[in-house]
């Protein structure tokens, strides 16, 4: 059964404290977040929200502004709000090649994007399942700024036969993870910025957003030099850092980072495990944060 075709928005608050506000102006009785069950008001201010987008309205409005180009993406459908919600949890999940599923941030242009261009031809089919096209922000300089559903060309097409994955999620392939590497750093800087801003405050409260984001980026370049990958690691790297920059500089903290044979999960653990006598070395290296 084919329904009255409308356009809806993905909105990625978590981007900017400045989302969740400018949506309340403009859909405060039409958006709805993507998550099951209730969401506490906390979190609610940082979920990907879905809201129509009628011809003419603010939001149409706000998805034009050149600055929302990483921050708003648009769809095309026939179904209802509530279906299209539906649909999209189907999605929250991605299972890597590894067998490990993670939350799969689709709302966010560029993660879509670099999925739609990667995925084989059923995996897009699925993944479209009752929407019909996609629209990007043209400023955001992407190859394809609109994708269409190649099933919904049929005059067969229903929107409503399915679509979607199961339990397991939406499967990467090694490929498409070859692609989002680059996505993945730039998602995890901004996430140990935010953590710096939530959890770091007695560290953090004195910096600006400049020199933040530049001492988190260091922080992310000298744990990769130990090998450090897991995202949680060099979060424990980073927070280790915020209390003594240079503790690396540490002859015997320095073996433990570059011992292949500790999980690098492990790894800071390890090195606050060190005796009296080292962790004094530690103390005595200096505050100043490297370059």
Partial sequence: MQGTEAIYVLIDLARSPDMYPRMNQMARFTSQHIYSGD????????????APMPK?????????EPEQREL???CRTRVSQEVLRTHFRTLLRARFPDGNRYLFRFWDPRVLHTYLTQ????ERAAFFGPIESFYFHPAAGLDMPEWHNAMAEDPRYDPHAGGGFGKDGVPISQRTLNAFAP???????????QYARRKLTHWSAALGDVELKRRVRVAVEHAETYGFKNPAAIRAYFTQMTLTPNFDQVDEVRQILLDNCIPEDKKITACSKLNVTVLSKVGAIGQTWPT
């Fill in 39 to 50: 969401i506490a008001p906390k979190v609610l201010c940082t979920t990907p929200h879905l």
């Fill in 119 to 122: 995925a084989n031809t059923y």
């Fill in 56 to 64: 003419g309205s603010g939001l149409m409005d706000w998805w034009r």
């Fill in 183 to 193: 996505l993945r750093r730039d998602a995890l800087l901004v996430e140990l910025f």
């Fill in 72 to 74: 708003l993406v648009a």
